[in-house]
């Protein structure tokens, strides 16, 4: 069974730096693409950063450079080291893994970050 344990969460105030893990379990981590979503009451779910197979990366625009995604395949974990964070960053990060040619999808259960003084 696959399990995805998000951790790292917490408050931080503006300007902190906060970094979110992704223990995978019961799957093949590197045949996967991750990512990292948010999502705040009343809105969709917005996708942040992705780290493919090839671990090449890509980042919504309202956080390149202040945020990085990596992996560790060795250790079946994906991060994601937050910095300069901001009040609007607030949201809860879900941890996401895609194995496109078997549409294959899953989800953790979401860890909560509060940006605030």
């Known amino acids: 069974q696959v399990h995805l344990v998000e951790s790292g969460g917490g408050l931080v105030q503006p300007g902190g730096s906060l970094r979110l893990s992704c223990a995978a379990s019961?799957?093949?981590?590197?045949?996967?693409?991750m990512r990292w979503y948010r999502q705040t009451p009343g809105e969709q779910r917005e996708l942040v950063a992705t780290i493919a197979r090839d671990s090449s990366t890509n980042y919504v625009n309202s956080v390149k450079g202040r945020f990085t995604i990596s992996r560790d395949n060795a250790k079946t974990t994906m991060y994601l080291q937050m910095n300069s964070l901001k009040p609007e960053d607030t949201a809860v990060y879900y941890c996401?893994?895609?194995?496109?040619?078997?549409?294959?999808?899953?989800w953790g259960q979401g860890t909560q970050v509060t940006v605030s003084s």
């Open positions: 996401n893994a895609v194995y496109r040619s078997l549409s294959l999808e899953y």
């Open positions: 019961g799957m093949a981590f590197t045949f996967y693409d």
